[in-house]
Each structure stands twice: as structure tokens, then as C-alpha cells.
Nanobody
Framework: VQLVESGGDFLQPGGSLRLSCAAS????????MSWFRQAPGNRLEWVST????????RYADSVKGRFTISRDNDKNTLYLQLNSLKSEDTAMYYC??????RGQGTQVTVS
């Protein structure tokens, strides 16, 4: 299993960003997928989950209305669109499949 996140960046409050997670080694189209994040000194925080078909998503209250999760099953790729970013969104962002596998993360810094 391989999950490779990308798209992280350093940006100012109010900015937007799209994260990607390229998946391989398992049947991506059959797996619900999630995004998590972890800020320095903090616990891992769940951000969002999308079902295998891509038509049902859930969000943490802290990101609801600002972040959008999506997926392209033809490309085996998961996305997270981050809008109206705040300093408290600064964290390492990880994608994870239902087995609990996750990638190395991509850093988002808002300052």
C-alpha cells in the first residue's frame, strides 16, 4: 500500500490550497478515505471522510463550510480543497484508507 500526499504550502490567512493523495496497492475505488491532520504538540485530528463512491462526505466542525473532500476513482486520487484558511489550520495533513494505512503527510502552514 502506498499513499502519497502532496500540495502543502506556506500561505497567508484567507488563502486556498488543494491537497492530493495518490493511492496504490489496494482497491481505492472500494475504500472510504479520510483526511487527518496533526499540529505540533497536538493529537491527530480527523478532518473529513468520503465514501467509496464519492457521493457522501463528512467534516469536522472546525473545517465544515471551508474544506471540501473529493476523489477521482479513475485516477486513484483523493483531494482536499482548503479555503478560507486560518492559522489554526497549520498542520501536517495525512490521507488514510479504511485499513488505517496513511502516507508521509504534506505540511500546510498558514501565517
Amino acid at each position: 500500500v502506498q499513499l502519497v500526499e502532496s500540495g502543502g504550502d506556506f500561505l497567508q490567512p484567507g488563502g486556498s490550497l488543494r491537497l492530493s493523495c495518490a493511492a496504490s496497492g489496494f482497491t481505492f475505488s472500494s475504500s472510504a478515505m479520510s483526511w487527518f491532520r496533526q499540529a505540533p504538540g497536538n493529537r491527530l485530528e480527523w478532518v473529513s471522510t468520503i465514501n467509496s463512491g464519492g457521493d457522501n462526505a463528512r467534516y469536522a466542525d472546525s473545517v465544515k463550510g471551508r474544506f471540501t473532500i473529493s476523489r477521482d476513482n479513475d485516477k486513484n486520487t483523493l483531494y482536499l480543497q482548503l479555503n478560507s484558511l486560518k492559522s489554526e489550520d497549520t498542520a501536517m495533513y495525512y490521507c488514510r484508507n479504511v485499513r488505517g494505512d496513511r502516507g508521509q503527510g504534506t505540511q500546510v502552514t498558514v501565517s
